[in-house]
């Protein structure tokens, strides 16, 4: 029988998703990993692979279809010697289980049945059922962990369905809207006004239930310091002179990305997230930056920030930066990290409060460096290039006096930018 192929989720709060393009044609032969079509979610446009091989017999969605449910058949496969009615080379008498088959079963016909096997890896990447990986997403499984009895060992429902019931599960409930006055309700309030409606799309949905999460359920607190910059400025200004030959600039907010990697690294206690009911002390610092896009936001995730150098942060950086504001970003690059940056200080934004993204233990509001009169070290009065930043912290995951710890090493590593490279 033809297999079904279903619409995948390919993010954690994808429901529906945009059949955006057909990379095949019915007919069509498709072997595993081989890019079936594009797939636009609630917040990226993403290819989606084949996982078993065969034939493009139908395709049920016209591409450009919006609204199409996870899980719902968007086309036909036939395995190798299969028809649309069935199969069409299958043997016509069943052979006796051979002495080679150990472990193997008998069924009453005589035909022996090998037992569920690990499922087949190719790489890292494991051979499940769209709805298989959905439902292990759903539970927090490892599919890695699970053993499948479909066919060439791949995963399917059942076998997801077997772990789950002896296994916890590592997940949070998703998020859901806040609650508050119905839409019919707020239309009343506003009758005879005018207005224009906006129905939310799935990454405004996305940005309300976290957000709405973060503020009922994360105790936040908030720490505040200004940092001098002109020492920074100047080491900037001198580096990016040496590396205009290789069309390298570094901005402030590299050193800025640097600075907070290296000060989780001096205070790894601060390096933590919140697991509902324990936390999680991460070993390298993966920060992520808010990257404002039209109609919200992503926050890309710079792995192991803290052993790369300033020029690779900076490439690395405006790639993220670039590929998400056409929301071609993966779910694996703006997911996880413990720690977050969040930078207004280019429009003008002298100092700001931001709200945690969870599982994040902390987040930096950073405002823009401006001109103002100080007091030396010598106690003269004299001008500096002052930036205030405020670290909002979730007071489960890191208490006052481990903030207070972590941000002044985020001010000491800017303060003294050269000692970032030692």
Request: charged share 20%; with cysteine.
């Amino acid at each position: 029988m033809p297999i079904e192929i279903l619409m995948p989720a390919l993010s954690p709060t994808m429901e529906i998703g945009t059949l955006a393009k057909w990379l095949v044609k019915e007919g069509d032969t498709v072997s595993s990993g081989d890019l079936l079509a594009e797939i636009e979610t609630d917040k990226a446009t993403m290819e989606f692979e084949a996982v078993d091989e065969g034939t493009i017999t139908k395709l049920l969605i016209p591409e450009g279809t919006e609204g199409v449910k996870v899980n719902t058949a968007i086309a036909l496969l036939l395995e190798d010697g299969e028809s649309a009615d069935g199969p069409a080379t299958a043997a016509t008498t069943p052979e006796a289980p051979k002495a080679s088959d150990a472990g193997a079963e008998v069924t009453p016909a005589g035909v022996a049945e090998k037992p569920a096997t690990p499922a087949l890896t190719k790489g890292t990447r494991v051979f499940a059922s769209p709805l298989a990986r959905r439902i292990a997403a759903d539970k927090g499984l490892d599919l890695s962990q699970i053993s499948g009895s479909g066919p060439h060992g791949r995963i399917v429902k059942a076998d997801v369905d077997a772990a789950a019931s002896t296994s916890a599960p590592l997940k949070a409930p998703a998020p859901t809207l806040a609650t508050g006055p119905t839409a019919d309700a707020v239309a009343r309030m506003y009758e005879g006004r005018e207005y224009q409606e906006i129905p939310l799309n799935g990454m405004r949905k996305i940005i309300a239930a976290r957000l709405t999460e973060a503020k009922q359920s994360i105790p936040h607190f908030y720490l505040r310091r200004d940092i001098q910059l002109d020492a920074l400025l100047t080491f900037r200004a001198e580096i990016n002179a040496q590396l205009a030959t290789r069309n390298i600039k570094l901005s402030v907010n590299d050193f800025i990305i640097k600075a907070c990697a290296l000060a989780l690294q001096s205070v790894p206690d601060a390096n933590a997230v919140w697991a509902g009911d324990r936390i999680f002390k991460l070993t390298p610092s993966d920060v992520a930056v808010a990257v404002a896009i039209e109609g919200g936001l992503f926050t890309p995730v710079l792995k192991d920030a803290e052993t790369k150098s300033l020029s690779a942060l900076s490439t690395e950086m405006k790639d993220l930066a670039a590929r998400a504001k056409t929301r071609k970003l993966a779910p694996h690059e703006y997911q996880g990290g413990s720690f977050a940056i969040s930078n207004l200080g280019m429009m003008g934004i002298d100092n700001f409060d931001a709200v945690i993204n969870p599982p994040h233990g902390a987040i930096l509001a950073v405002g823009a460096g401006k001109k103002k009169p100080v007091v030396t070290k010598d106690g003269d009065l004299g001008i500096a290039t002052i930036m205030s930043v405020t670290l909002s912290v979730d007071h489960r995951v890191i208490d006052g006096a481990l903030g207070a710890e972590l941000l002044q090493a985020i001010v000491d590593n800017l303060e003294n930018p050269i000692a970032m490279l030692a």
